[in-house]
T-cell receptor, first 114, second 114 residues
């Protein structure tokens, strides 16, 4: 099955700095790559996603880049704020007939210090 | 309000006693899925469903059953719960009509099996 590796497991930054989280995957048929944010005690929420026909997508302070050849994609958060502190998960879908299958990375705990 | 509703929010049960966690969505989504979340392991998909009467295994289906008799409902059944099924469970749904698979998550069910 799909193998998704997410790094780093924890990330601590100062307010205003940038944060980058990277995920690698194994299935070359995967074509959808979402990122979720989970605040303490809350449900995961989709913050940005990218499809395989696009190399980069940006939404205000967050962006995702995809390198299909190398099978990795990254979440970039600029001008971080304390409210960005949360656990971030990447995910990868399975291609072909298992399209509904979504495999998550292990998560990154991001702490933004004021 | 568009949402995914799962019940109960908290459940303590004993080993071997059959239980059902209900999940309902009011967004007319085709895809529905169950995940379990354990510390250090991220979110792992148990089962998913692409439409009524169409279900498939995720990464950790052992010990669980699901059914999709109606589009809006996707219950998770534990026929004989064991302590290693103690976990936080999330139900999620997705329209997936655009080829993307952005799941909307329910609030979660914290299950303890003693």
């Amino acid at each position: 099955g799909e193998n998704v590796e997410q790094h780093p497991s924890t990330l601590s930054v100062q307010e205003g700095d940038s944060a980058v989280i990277k995920c690698t995957y194994s299935d070359s048929a995967s074509n959808y790559f979402p990122w979720y944010k989970q605040e303490l005690g809350k449900r995961p929420q989709l913050i940005i996603d990218i499809r395989s026909n696009v190399g980069e997508k940006k939404d205000q302070r967050i962006a995702v880049t995809l390198n299909k050849t190398a099978k990795h994609f990254s979440l970039h958060i600029t001008e971080t704020q304390p409210e960005d502190s949360a656990v971030y998960f990447c995910a990868v879908n399975a291609g072909g007939t298992s399209y509904g299958k979504l495999t998550f990375g292990q998560g990154t705990i991001l702490t933004v210090h004021p | 309000e568009a949402q995914v509703t799962q019940n109960p929010r908290y459940l303590i049960t004993v080993t071997g006693k059959k239980l059902t966690v209900t999940c309902s969505q009011n967004m007319n989504h085709e895809y529905m899925s169950w995940y379990r979340q354990d510390p250090g392991l991220g979110l792992r998909q148990i089962y998913y469903s692409m439409n009524v009467e169409v279900t498939d295994k995720g990464d950790v289906p052992e010990g669980y059953k699901v059914s999709r008799k109606e589009k809006r409902n996707f219950p998770l059944i534990l026929e004989s719960p064991s302590p290693n099924q103690t976990s936080l469970y999330f139900c999620a749904s997705s329209l997936a009509g655009t080829g993307a698979l952005g799941y909307t998550f329910g609030s979660g069910t914290r299950l303890t099996v003693v």
